[in-house]
Structures are given as structure tokens and as C-alpha cells.
């Protein structure tokens, strides 16, 4: 079954839906529509979609509606599902524009055919000072790798080589199958139920290893919970964060 909810962040949104719906946290899926931060002069709205087969409570009355709108909703072709579900700014034409983006498309597609995995290389998003080169292939799952660490070595690789070209300015990001919006989005759902747990027992959790970008989005996600505090631990590029509950270090 398949609902729909609104929030002012993902935890109102994904606390509505647990709430509404009568289930835990880990009895559903979700998967975020929309995001908008808050700022000075507007204030943050959010829209996930809960994805469950579990059996909800008998006090919600929204489930066959949603259902039967989602079921009976035209469908769209997977180059605008995989466009709507992006949250990057994508510019016009995925190939190269200019002779820097078409040595990164020469160089990252190079490096995985030298790992004897073929693929496509092409522009996934340009933004100031970043741009995203995606891979299309039929072995993603083994370019991405574990947690991704396969994927991430690649992207250091090729901010080395952009460096190398004169452009330290750029920052590359490497995806392959959304898999950095399907991350972003897991380790959301993993924060607040770290932070509930965590204000629940009034003690700390220390988390998996993550890159630099994994430990920020559970900073960032955390950081207007006012009981709840974060911290990176360890050394080298792969730190734990720890999440502890104010006045319980």
C-alpha cells in the first residue's frame, strides 16, 4: 500500500506517517517527493510517500483513497521519474560542452572499461563550481559497491584528475542508479531514528563509518533537534558520527 504525507521537514512528515498510520518507523519505506528547506522568509515544507505491506490502523481512512489515486495515475515515462526523483538542477544537454567536461567523460569512462566493466559516462547536472557525471551500466551495483565506497573512490579519482587539469575549483560528483538520492535519503530516515532512540534512552549511538558527505547530511539533518547533539569520531576519511542526547557526553 502506498500513502502519501506533508510535513515542515522529513521527521514531521515521517512522524505524521508512523502516527497516522499506526506503524513503526521501520515498518515502512519512504520515499521523499519533495524538499524545501526553511529560510529567513519561508518556512520548510516536505512530501514523502510511504510504501508499506503492513496493516495499518483501523482509525486511518486515507488508505484506499491514495491508493486508488496512485494506481489509477497516468504513467510516465522513466526518464521523467528519474528527472522528478533528482534533486539536482539539470541544464539542457547531457553531453559535454566544453573540452574539460568531455576529458572527465573520457577519463571516468577509460577507468571503468580498464576495470573490464563497460558503461556510459554523460552529464547528469552543472552547477557553479560542480558538475555530475553519471554511469549507466549494466554493472552498477559493483561500480557502487558496498555503502557505496566503490562509487566514492571513483569520485576521488576523478576530482584528482580534474585538479590535474587545472580545475581544483570544481568539485565532481559521480552517481550511477540515483544511488546518491537513495542514500541521502536512507541516511535521513536513519538520523531521526537514531535521534528518537536516542532521546528515548537519554544516552549516545555511535554510527557506521561514512565519507565526509555522509557525516555532514546526519549533521545538517540533526541540527535543529535541541536535544540532540552530533559529533564526528575516528580518523582518516571514514569517521563515525556520534549521536548523543544533551548533557549525556
Known amino acids: 500500500m502506498i500513502y502519501e504525507f506533508e510535513g515542515r ?45 503492513k496493516p495499518v490502523s483501523p482509525n486511518y481512512t486515507g488508505s484506499m483513497r491514495r491508493q486508488e489515486e496512485h494506481d489509477n495515475a497516468p504513467e510516465k515515462p522513466p526518464a521523467a521519474d528519474a528527472q522528478e526523483s533528482s534533486r539536482y538542477t539539470v541544464f539542457g544537454d547531457p553531453e559535454p560542452k ?63 584528475y580534474a585538479g590535474r587539469l587545472g580545475r581544483e575549483d570544481m568539485h565532481i560528483i559521480l552517481d550511477s542508479e540515483n544511488y546518491r538520492i537513495r542514500r541521502e535519503e536512507s541516511l535521513v530516515r536513519l538520523a531521526y531514528t537514531v535521534a528518537d532512540r536516542v532521546r528515548e ?6 554510527l557506521e563509518p561514512m565519507n565526509p558527505f555522509d557525516r555532514r547530511l546526519i549533521h545538517t539533518t540533526l541540527n535543529d533537534i535541541t536535544d540532540v547533539e552530533t559529533k564526528s569520531e575516528g580518523d582518516g576519511l ?4 556520534r549521536v548523543y542526547f544533551r548533557g549525556a557526553r
Open 98 to 160: 566544453n573540452d574539460f567536461e568531455r576529458k572527465m567523460l573520457d577519463f571516468i569512462g577509460g577507468v571503468i572499461d580498464r576495470m573490464g566493466y563497460g558503461g556510459k559516462v554523460s552529464v547528469l547536472f552543472r552547477e557553479d563550481r560542480k558538475i555530475g557525471l553519471k554511469i549507466d551500466s549494466d554493472y552498477s551495483s559493483i561500480l557502487i559497491g558496498k555503502k557505496g565506497k566503490n562509487l566514492d573512490a571513483l569520485q576521488l579519482l576523478a576530482n584528482i
Open 201 to 206: 534512552s537519554r544516552t549516545s549511538i555511535l
Open 238 to 241: 571514514y569517521k563515525q558520527v
Open 9 to 53: 521537514s522529513e521527521k514531521e512528515a515521517i512522524d505524521q506517517a508512523a502516527s497516522e498510520l499506526g506503524l513503526e518507523k521501520d515498518d515502512f519505506d519512504v520515499e521523499i517527493l519533495e524538499a524545501q528547506r526553511s529560510g529567513l522568509f519561508k518556512k520548510g515544507h516536505v512530501k514523502i510517500r510511504v510504501h508499506t505491506d
